[in-house]
C-alpha cells in the first residue's frame, strides 16, 4: 500500500468482516479483518478523511469505505462501524450497502440464506450515526432488488 502513494486518487475498498470467525466461514480467510485494517490504516494515512469533490457526482480524492450488511450478523457490521470511527476516523464517506441477496452456496449457511430484515438494518444505521458517521451513502433496504443481474437475459445488467 505505501508504494501505492500518490499513485491513486481515490481507494474504494469493501470491509466486509470485523470477525475472523465470519472471514474463515464465508470467505475462507481468517486473517482479513486484521489485514483489512491495516491496508485501511494506510489508506488512511495516504488520503485522510476528507473526499474532495469536483461537484456532487464526481469525487477527485481521498477514500470511501464500502461495507454490505449480512443477515444475522450485525453485531460483525457494528465492530466494523466503531472501527472506522475509532481508529480511522468518523468523518470518512461511507457506503453502507443493504444490497445482499442469498445466492449460489448461500443455502449451505443458514444465517445468510436469506436478505436483511428493515430492523437489523435500521440498528446498523442507528449506530452508524451514533458514532457520528454522517458522511457517506446509505442504500434503501429494497437495493437487493436493483443490484441483481438476470443472467437468462441477453443483457444482463439492464
Not at 32 to 58: F, I, T
Amino acid at each position: 500500500m505505501r508504494e501505492l502513494e500518490g499513485l491513486i486518487d481515490i481507494y474504494l475498498p469493501d470491509l466486509k468482516y470485523a470477525s475472523e470467525q465470519l472471514s474463515a466461514t464465508y470467505s475462507d480467510a481468517a486473517d482479513y479483518p486484521s489485514v483489512s485494517r491495516k491496508a485501511l490504516k494506510e489508506m488512511y494515512r495516504q488520503k485522510g478523511a476528507a473526499l474532495h469533490r469536483l461537484d456532487d457526482d464526481h469525487a477527485e480524492s481521498g477514500i470511501i469505505i464500502r461495507h454490505l450488511v449480512l443477515p444475522r450478523h450485525i453485531d460483525n457490521s457494528i465492530a466494523v462501524l466503531r472501527f472506522i470511527a475509532g481508529e480511522l476516523s468518523p468523518k470518512i464517506h461511507i457506503s453502507l450497502m443493504s444490497q445482499y441477496y442469498p445466492t449460489h452456496k448461500a443455502h449451505l449457511y443458514p444465517d445468510i440464506n436469506r436478505s436483511l430484515l428493515p430492523k437489523e438494518y435500521d440498528r446498523v444505521i442507528f449506530e452508524m450515526e451514533d458514532l457520528g458517521l454522517t458522511n457517506g451513502w446509505i442504500q434503501q433496504l429494497e437495493s437487493h432488488d436493483n443490484y441483481r443481474p438476470d443472467f437468462s437475459k441477453e443483457e444482463p445488467f439492464e
